[in-house]
């Protein structure tokens, strides 16, 4: 079967009553009358893929320019954190014995970094208690409603760094 979208109009071609003429003009194709009235326009393939690779290369490219943020994931920019507190020193080390295994020192590890995200203490405590993807959910057994405020503190101490 023949594809009537890739035929050429030859303008000396004579022209017979009723005929249906298509004009290829690359990322288009016309459809004319017998007397060389447009009918409409219809997208060819060659429109149809250009459509789809600019929308390719658009998505990866903004998927590459955020993977290319500059999120800490080692050493705090500024110092080493001084714990002040006890309330901190308490969290370094329930931090230290519960997540520095896949989140080491807040930088990212197995997990992600912990240091370089602007999230609020509720939704630290909601995704420590109820886990999320890979991270596991710690119960009030494993880690206290106390223990999980010290381990959050912080976190937030981590992140002002």
């Not at 997990?111 to 405590?125: Q, S, V």
Request: charged share 25%; net charge positive; with cysteine.
């Amino acid at each position: 079967m023949e594809d009537n979208s890739e035929i050429k109009m030859n303008p000396k071609t004579p022209r017979r009553q009723g005929e249906i003429r298509t004009q290829d003009l690359g990322l288009r194709t016309e459809i004319k009358n017998s007397h060389g009235v447009c009918l409409g326009v219809l997208a060819s393939w060659r429109s149809i893929y250009l459509r789809h690779a600019v929308f390719g290369i658009v998505a990866i490219s903004i998927v590459v320019a955020a993977g290319c943020g500059a999120a800490r994931r080692d050493e705090p920019f500024t110092k080493p954190l001084a714990v002040t507190d006890a309330k901190m020193a308490a969290g370094q080390k329930l931090f230290a014995a519960n997540c520095d295994e896949c989140h080491a020192g807040g930088a990212g590890g197995e997990g992600p970094a912990l240091n370089d995200k602007a999230l609020p203490a509720g939704f630290i405590k909601f995704q420590v208690r109820n886990g999320l993807g890979a991270m596991p959910a710690f119960s009030k057994d494993d880690l206290s409603d106390a223990d999980l405020d010290a381990v959050v503190y912080y976190v937030l101490a981590l992140r002002k760094l």
